[in-house]
């Protein structure tokens, strides 16, 4: 048994990749605390979720603050450094590039083990929030700490390539994947409506306006819209009074896994110009393979190669409203629908599942605590 210290920048609501983890590691025998960052001080400050202990360090800030939040984060990192200092751990695990550097700092100086969790490109992400001065000193210091770290963790394979060129020791794919409810997928309403639904950020970078402009007021389709974000005003104006878009707000996965269940096909579409999304493996491509729903999506990342390769939705070529309609009528085959509900459900069953990113997760822990 060792005891295992995740330090994570947000404040723990739960964040389903990091709880996920954190009960894999409890449930194989660990004793996991989450060291999270609280920036709205309205979670409880000592909680225990499911077995794992959580602490939150309450620093007021807002998200999206641009440089400056460098500030907040020295303050959060003192904080980090100091309840290391008051809890030994066996390992520490640094949830995403915003905590590595107080994780690594005190790991090596106490010889411990030091495991870096990129959910994403950090640099790529922030890149449109921060000057291009500030990303070029973030890409710097990622390209001196990773190599410092025992093992990353990584939610893709095309970001595993990403920093086993930056020369990390070890990199392991644990992906979003998501644990198999069901033996065969639920069978979906009868068309039409065509029901498609997205879940996710409603952000600049997700490229939901062109289906909304291509579907809204056609009652052959119904479109679904699941999350919450700074884009929903101006995409609420866009579907302005069409019957047929729904605004469904923030939902838990577990409300939108059975949002999922009632709709025939799941869209996901970004944007290139962002660059972290050339990484993109989201929590709904695996809510929707686990649900045997066809996906789809543009032309960007992970998703869309796994796509291509299952074979098990449409990767569009451009979003032209005649290119999105001639793609949204093919599903109206319902043995169409039917041969790629079956691959996207095998997809899961055999590679995609959390069953199998678990046990990569635990092999890594395994390797860790036999070198103690």
Same mark, same amino acid.
């Given at each position: 048994?060792?005891?295992?210290?995740?330090?994570?920048?947000?404040?723990?609501?739960?964040?389903?990749?990091?709880?996920?983890?954190?009960?894999?590691?409890?449930?194989?025998?660990?004793?996991?605390?989450?060291?999270?960052?609280?920036?709205?001080?309205?979670?409880?400050?000592?909680?225990?979720?499911?077995?794992?202990?959580?602490?939150?360090?309450?620093?007021?800030?807002?998200?999206? +603050? @641009?440089?400056?939040?460098?500030?907040?984060?020295?303050?959060?990192? %003192?904080?980090?450094?100091?309840?290391?200092?008051?809890?030994?751990?066996?390992?520490?695990?640094?949830?995403?590039?915003?905590?590595?550097?107080? @994780?690594?700092?005190? @790991?090596?100086?106490?010889?411990?083990?030091?495991?870096?969790?990129?959910?994403?490109?950090?640099?790529?992400?922030?890149?449109?929030?921060?000057?291009?001065?500030?990303?070029?000193?973030?890409?710097?210091?990622?390209?001196?700490?990773?190599?410092?770290?025992?093992?990353?963790?990584?939610? @893709?394979?095309?970001?595993?390539?990403?920093?086993?060129?930056?020369?990390?020791?070890?990199?392991?794919?644990?992906?979003?994947?998501?644990?198999?409810?069901?033996?065969?997928?639920?069978?979906?309403?009868?068309?039409?409506?065509?029901?498609?639904?997205?879940?996710?950020?409603?952000?600049?970078?997700?490229?939901?306006?062109?289906?909304?402009?291509?579907?809204? %007021?056609?009652?052959?389709?119904?479109?679904?819209?699941?999350?919450?974000?700074?884009?929903?005003?101006?995409?609420?104006?866009?579907?302005?009074?069409?019957?047929?878009?729904?605004?469904?707000?923030?939902?838990?996965?577990?409300?939108?896994?059975?949002?999922?269940?009632?709709?025939?096909?799941?869209?996901?579409?970004?944007?290139?110009?962002?660059?972290?999304?050339?990484?993109?493996?989201?929590?709904?491509?695996?809510?929707?393979?686990?649900?045997?729903?066809?996906?789809?999506?543009?032309?960007?990342?992970?998703?869309?190669?796994?796509?291509?390769?299952?074979?098990?939705?449409?990767?569009?070529?451009?979003?032209?409203?005649?290119?999105?309609?001639?793609?949204?009528?093919?599903?109206?085959?319902?043995?169409?629908?039917?041969?790629?509900?079956? +691959?996207?459900?095998?997809?899961?069953?055999?590679?995609?599942?959390?069953?199998?990113?678990?046990?990569?997760?635990? +092999?890594?822990?395994?390797?860790?605590?036999?070198?103690?």
């Amino acid at each position: 048994m060792m005891k295992i210290v995740m330090l994570l920048s947000n404040g723990f609501a739960p964040d389903p990749r990091v709880a996920a983890e954190a009960l894999a590691l409890t449930e194989d025998g660990h004793q996991v605390t989450i060291f999270a960052w609280d920036r709205t001080g309205e979670l409880p400050p000592v909680e225990d979720y499911q077995g794992v202990e959580v602490i939150r360090c309450k620093i007021n800030t807002t998200y999206s +603050r @641009g440089p400056l939040q460098i500030f907040k984060f020295r303050e959060f990192w %003192g904080a980090a450094a100091a309840f290391l200092h008051e809890h030994p751990a066996d390992i520490i695990h640094c949830h995403d590039l915003d905590t590595l550097e107080p @994780g690594l700092k005190f @790991g090596r100086k106490f010889h411990i083990p030091v495991v870096f969790d990129a959910h994403e490109s950090y640099p790529d992400m922030v890149a449109h929030l921060f000057p291009s001065w500030l990303v070029f000193l973030i890409r710097r210091m990622e390209a001196s700490l990773v190599p410092k770290t025992t093992a990353v963790i990584t939610v @893709g394979e095309i970001l595993a390539r990403h920093y086993q060129k930056m020369r990390a020791p070890r990199v392991v794919v644990v992906g979003n994947y998501k644990s198999l409810t069901l033996t065969k997928p639920v069978s979906p309403p009868s068309v039409p409506p065509l029901k498609i639904i997205y879940v996710g950020g409603l952000n600049r970078d997700r490229l939901i306006a062109p289906v909304i402009q291509a579907v809204s %007021g056609d009652p052959r389709y119904q479109f679904t819209i699941v999350g919450a974000g700074a884009e929903e005003s101006r995409w609420r104006e866009l579907a302005g009074s069409s019957t047929n878009i729904i605004f469904a707000g923030y939902k838990p996965q577990s409300e939108a896994r059975a949002l999922i269940d009632q709709s025939h096909l799941v869209y996901y579409g970004i944007d290139c110009t962002y660059a972290n999304n050339q990484y993109s493996t989201p929590n709904l491509l695996f809510m929707a393979l686990a649900s045997g729903r066809p996906i789809l999506t543009t032309n960007v990342g992970e998703i869309a190669e796994i796509v291509r390769t299952q074979n098990c939705g449409s990767v569009l070529a451009d979003l032209e409203t005649t290119s999105i309609r001639q793609v949204l009528d093919k599903y109206f085959d319902a043995d169409l629908w039917q041969r790629e509900s079956e +691959r996207s459900f095998q997809a899961a069953a055999l590679k995609y599942n959390w069953d199998i990113a678990k046990q990569s997760l635990l +092999r890594l822990y395994q390797e860790l605590e036999s070198r103690l």
